[in-house]
């Protein structure tokens, strides 16, 4: 079983950048692709970002693609969430989980395991 923390959200105003933090412990994070999701209030949880196993592979949403990026380090068995350019729309809890289907399904949450508890990004303009 892996344990999924997240951090690194927090308060900014609209066009700064925030950068979000994924440690996991229990196995090693280099076994699974990685993914990141948000939710807004009333929202469904939407894919924003995923991440294949080695890192050389990844894959984003179009309401971030060229303002975000996700990366990993493998060493530290942790995968990040790099934000720029944030609009009030980005708005929202965001969790990491962990890939347990097909990198090629990356932006399906159904594929999705241990999920953490979440981190806060509120955005204001």
């Known amino acids: 079983q892996v344990q999924l923390v997240e951090s690194g959200g927090g308060l900014v105003q609209a066009g700064g950048s925030l950068r979000l933090s994924c440690a996991a412990s229990?196995?090693?994070?280099?076994?699974?692709?990685m993914g990141w999701f948000r939710q807004a209030p009333g929202k469904e949880r939407e894919f924003v970002a995923g991440?294949?196993?080695?890192?050389?592979?990844?894959t984003y949403a179009d309401t971030v693609k060229g303002r975000f990026t996700i990366s990993r380090d493998n060493a530290k068995n942790t995968v990040y969430l790099q934000m720029n350019s944030l609009k009030p729309e980005d708005t929202a809890v965001y969790y990491c989980?962990?890939?347990?289907?097909?990198?090629?399904?990356?932006?399906?949450?159904?594929?999705?395991?241990?999920w953490g508890q979440g981190a806060q990004v509120t955005v204001s303009s």
């Open positions: 989980a962990t890939n347990i289907g097909s990198y090629t399904e990356a932006d399906n949450p159904r594929v999705y395991d241990n």
């Open positions: 229990g196995r090693t994070l280099s076994n699974y692709g």
């Open positions: 991440i294949s196993r080695s890192g050389r592979l990844t």
